[in-house]
């Protein structure tokens, strides 16, 4: 087990060699008080390196800790061990605050339940992480040029209520990629689409990731999926595979 | 800005805004209504008090004023007018036989010394500054309700006590012409040199004598200081410094009940905040955990959610505030006759209570429960959790108290009034809840085979809302129609309709002839005022007593009596009536004895015209005070105001067929005042009726406030039902089915809550009759049906309304 993972952590390094890597993480542990006062160890030891523009795919069983991986490396959450580097900035010395500063126009997420205002419309939707940052200009047609780009100008006044799942996840990735982030975070993105559905947003979501050279962290439990991705890290017990 | 509005039209689009909207938008409405109406009829009371008192001061007492002071005024360099008041009928002199009760005010020339009165040619016609001076010899001032009672014209004569007046100008306004609601009657204003003429005043008359004075403010006061030392207990000073007069003080109550009222509206619409806040918090959670994985800072969720609520709460106050506007146009319209025809404009300070109440609404109901979502965690996103992120339940708690108790005294001014209407509302509540979470549990075991709802603490929580703003709406409406019908139901057909005051001693043999020539037996009762003075001869002040009623027996003077049968109605409890011809002893009445501490045997001293009379106790007595007939407190041996100056009081029935007596009384006996108690009772009962509207009209509110928070608790319940309803249709469940059971669910809520709520007011109901009217309890089993049925009625409508698009969900959605 261990030389699996010194392999893992020696690949990435030859990957990172050229650049520094977008996402850094070394000795990442995160383990959960229990309800009967025990700890349970989540994740254990995982060593990564992500370089910009590249994809990667975590895949795992069902409570294999693959979002809370993922929930750590855009530091939605702060490990119990370990060092966590986003765009070369370590989040734990990091405040809430300061994490989501660093986050505001760089970071993009993908939901499994797209996770749209259900009061906004689709255009509003879109802008919304445009408004979050106040240097943003043209916020109105960056958010419409997003929309055009997932095929959806023509639905950009209707509610998420008005709109198919597909078509749902479609302004999601609207939104995620308006800001052109430099990371964008997935999880499970194809998961309560249909098959054809999941297809074309996929394929859309590399599309739009090598149009913007933007490095993806994908959490999947589609192997196939997976395998899109240039890497593919398996987590088994709170520790990570190849 | 632009930025904030069109957040503001995003946030408008969830429901649980709007509720939010809608509960503060009632809750300023309620709040500015009454406020604007209020200011209205303060500003007009601030403008009257500077010409109401028609000088800088009065001595008011009930004996001729003692011409020393007049004299020491004169002195000090101040002016004094002088005034006479008193009822006395007033009648025509024509064939048309009418008459009419009036407050006769007979002035010095130089009155009044502040103010003037106006006067007009006829009741509409220019108004004009009156000179008293100019008035011819039998020429006398008077109020146009006098004028239509009498069906006379400017410059009619008119009989007033022994002398024929005319009625030569309509009064319009003039000094202390208080509001008209307490005034039972019109006045009529003569020279001072006029009223011996009259021979209305004798030494027994119950008259009102009043000096007033004007001068600099420095001599007034120094002449008050003088004065006050000297006054006896029948004399007192009035300044504008000593407070308003009753009416006055009677209108500044109904204001601040009105303002109460209001204030139920206002907690109701705060719980209503508070259910569509929490609602919004739940809906919000999720979408706070995407902002923060977007980047957005905790600062910029508080500004996001807070600016809405400031934005939420400023269009309340300002479009709120604009509805009260009007709403208060109605309330001033309907209640003119208590404040007055011409109130003057509002000013903008209910506009800034509105404001300042959908703020501290915002900030004390809703901002605790938004405040959560700043802190929630980012990452329950990923996992699919919708978790609230806690707060200090005793922050919540304390934001929620302040508030609380901020708009009470915005409201009421008066932090003891504040905590004695909380207190009632949560005991209101608590008894709401308790009947609530018992009865349906009840229905539960007993509709089990009917698949009931299960009783749970959300629909007793939309039981007690709205079962409280249909209590207090009930509640009125009994108080308003039903007890005054039971108590008039109570008097037998024949109880006395008529007073007959102020019969001289030689006019009593001849009016007995006449009324029994009309078939008419009626005891007439010889009346003195006497104040007490001793007991078991210790001199008595209202300061060896703590009880307030006590006190006010002690400065005021008693209508005594002394007859050799006892009153009917009066019943001997302990002791025994007078002989026939006895001269010695007193019966008390229990209550009045109860209050002052009296019992059998003592020796109680009282001061009647200047002299004091010292007589024992010897029997209590019980009095039926609503028998309408004369009734005393203190009733003397029959012989007993043999020597003293006396007038003589009796009550008559007066029928239909009979109604030509009373023009031949007053003819024949013109200083004999009659008091139409039916007259009496019919404005009495309007005035009754309009107050009770009024204060119904301010209940609609906390209905209305009932229904918005019955609609928040639909509304934060609403994820959870359409879940179910998506469960019960993939079971099968037909839309038919689910209709049925979602209206009987609300039927059986709204049911629950008019029938608490009628229950309630009816109980509520029965203790103000037996304490107000002395009547016995009764059972209104259709103001419970009624009350059932409104309620089942309409929180069905409300609820169904609320939750029918849920009937279309279908069940594919618990896959999504």
């Known amino acids: 087990m261990n030389n699996q993972k010194d392999s893992i952590a020696a690949f990435s390094a030859i990957k990172s060699s050229s650049t520094s890597p977008v996402i850094h993480c070394k000795g990442l542990r995160k383990q959960l008080a229990t309800t009967t006062n025990t700890q349970l160890l989540i994740l254990d030891n995982i060593n990564l390196d992500i370089a910009q523009g590249e994809s990667v795919a975590i895949t795992g069983a069902s409570g294999s800790g693959k979002t809370t991986l993922l929930g750590l490396l855009a530091g939605l959450d702060i490990p119990s061990d370990g060092e966590v580097k986003l765009l070369g900035k370590a989040l734990s010395p990091l405040n809430e605050d300061q994490r989501a500063n660093l986050r505001l126009g760089k970071v993009g997420f993908v939901f499994q339940s797209f996770h749209l205002m259900d009061n906004l419309t689709a255009l509003e939707n879109v802008m919304l992480p445009l408004e979050l940052d106040s240097s943003s200009q043209t916020i109105r047609q960056r958010a419409l040029e997003a929309l055009k780009q997932v095929g959806l100008e023509k639905r950009s006044s209707h509610l998420p209520t008005q709109l198919s799942g597909g078509e749902q996840q479609r302004v999601a990735l609207a939104r995620a990629f308006v800001s052109q982030p430099a990371v964008l975070f997935a999880d499970e993105p194809t998961g309560n689409l249909d098959r054809n559905t999941g297809e074309e947003i996929i394929t859309l979501l590399f599309e739009m990731q090598q149009k913007n050279n933007t490095t993806l962290v994908m959490v999947t439990h589609d192997d196939s999926l997976a395998e899109r991705c240039q890497t593919h890290y398996k987590l088994v017990d709170g520790e990570i595979t190849t | ?816």
């Open chain 2, 1 to 816: 800005m632009k930025k904030l509005f069109s957040d503001w039209q995003r946030f408008w689009r969830l429901a649980e805004m709007r509720l939010l909207l809608l509960a503060l938008l009632v809750a300023v409405v309620a709040v500015t209504s009454v406020g604007f109406f209020t200011d209205r009829a303060d500003r007009a009371m601030s403008q009257q008090a500077t010409t109401m008192l028609g000088g800088d001061m009065v001595l008011v007492s009930t004996r001729p004023i003692n011409p020393e002071f007049i004299a020491e005024a004169e002195k000090r360099g101040l002016r004094s007018a002088e005034t006479i008041s008193f009822p006395s009928m007033v009648s025509a002199l024509d064939s048309s036989d009418k008459f009419q009760l009036a407050q006769i005010k007979a002035v010095s020339l130089n009155y009044p010394l502040h103010g003037t009165i106006e006067v007009s040619e006829t009741a509409t016609s220019a108004v004009s500054n009156a000179s008293l001076i100019n008035l011819q010899n039998n020429e006398v001032l008077a109020e146009s309700r006098l004028f239509i009672a009498l069906d006379a014209s400017a410059g009619k004569p008119v009989q007033l006590g022994k002398m024929q007046v005319r009625l030569a100008r309509f009064i319009r306004k003039m000094p202390d012409q208080s509001t008209s609601a307490f005034q039972l009657a019109p006045k009529l204003i003569l020279p001072m040199k006029m009223l011996k003429q009259t021979g209305l005043l004798t030494p027994a008359s119950r008259a009102s004598f009043s000096q007033l004075f004007a001068g600099g403010a420095g001599e007034i006061k120094d002449f008050r200081a003088w004065l006050k030392p000297q006054l006896k207990k029948t004399e007192s000073i009035r300044t504008l410094d000593d407070g308003l007069p009753t009416v006055q003080q009677a209108l500044q109550r109904g204001q601040r009940f009105l303002k109460m009222a209001s204030l139920l509206a206002v907690i109701l619409a705060g719980a209503g905040i508070a259910l569509s806040s929490y609602s919004l918090t739940q809906h919000e959670t999720p979408a706070v955990a995407v902002l923060k994985t977007m980047g957005a800072s905790r600062r910029q969720i508080l500004n996001r959610y807070l600016s809405q609520l400031f934005i939420s709460a400023t269009i309340a106050g300002i479009v709120g505030s604009a509805l009260g506007y009007f709403i208060q146009f109605f309330l001033a319209q309907y209640l003119q006759s208590f404040v007055g025809q011409n109130l003057p404009s509002a000013s903008l300070w209910p506009v800034f209570t509105g404001l300042l109440t959908a703020w501290l609404m915002v900030l004390g109901f809703s901002a605790p429960h938004l405040l959560r979502l700043i802190n929630t965690a980012p990452i329950h996103i990923l996992q699919g959790q919708n978790k609230q992120a806690n707060t200090s339940k005793l922050f919540s708690a304390f934001a929620l108290s302040l508030a609380v108790l901020l708009l009470m005294w915005l409201q009421t001014q008066d932090l003891k009034l504040s905590i004695t209407l909380l207190i009632g509302v949560l005991f209101a509540i608590v008894i709401f809840w308790g009947a609530a979470l018992l009865m349906l549990t009840l229905i539960r075991k007993i509709g089990e085979r009917f698949r009931l709802p299960k009783a749970n603490h959300r629909m007793a929580l939309m039981v007690v809302v709205f079962g409280i703003g249909l209590f207090s709406l009930l509640l009125l409406t009994t108080l308003r129609g039903d007890l005054i019908n039971r108590w008039q139901a109570s008097l037998p057909s024949d109880a006395p309709n008529h007073f007959l005051i102020n019969i001289q001693p030689d006019e009593v043999a001849p009016l007995q002839r006449l009324l029994a020539k009309e078939a008419i037996e009626t005891p007439l009762y010889p009346m003195v005022l006497g104040r007490l003075v001793k007991i078991n001869d210790k001199t008595v002040s209202e300061e060896d007593y703590d009880n307030q009623r006590a006190k006010r027996l002690l400065i005021r003077e008693f209508n005594m009596s002394a007859n050799a049968s006892m009153p009917l109605g009066n019943k001997v409890i302990v002791g025994e009536w007078f002989a026939v011809d006895a001269s010695n002893g007193l019966s008390v009445e229990e209550g009045i004895a109860e209050t002052l501490h009296l019992k059998m045997g003592d020796s109680i001293t009282f001061d009647i015209a200047g002299e004091q009379i010292t007589q024992k106790i010897i029997s209590l007595r019980s009095v039926k005070w609503d028998s309408m007939r004369p009734n005393f407190f203190v009733m003397m041996a029959p012989k007993a105001f043999d020597d003293q100056p006396k007038t003589y009081i009796t009550s008559i029935h007066i029928s239909d067929a009979k109604k030509s007596v009373l023009p031949a009384i007053i003819k024949q006996f013109p200083s004999v005042t009659d008091i139409d108690i039916t007259a009496i009772m019919t404005l009495v009962r309007d005035l009754i009726n309009k107050a009770a509207f009024a204060v119904q009209a301010i209940f609609l509110f906390t209905l209305v406030a009932g229904v918005v928070v019955l609609f928040a608790a639909l509304q934060s319940q609403k994820a959870l039902r359409r879940k179910e309803i998506a469960i019960l249709k993939s079971l099968g469940a037909s839309r038919a089915y689910l209709r049925r059971s979602l209206l009987l669910e609300f039927a059986i809520i709204g049911g629950l809550a008019g029938f608490l709520a009628s229950i309630l007011a009816l109980v509520a109901g029965n203790i103000a009759a037996y304490l107000l009217f002395d009547l016995n309890p009764e059972m209104n089993l259709s103001l419970i049906l009624t009350g059932t049925l409104l309620g089942a009625l309409l929180v069905s409508i409300a609820g169904y309304l609320n939750v029918r698009g849920l009937l279309s969900v279908l069940p594919v959605s618990l896959f999504r």
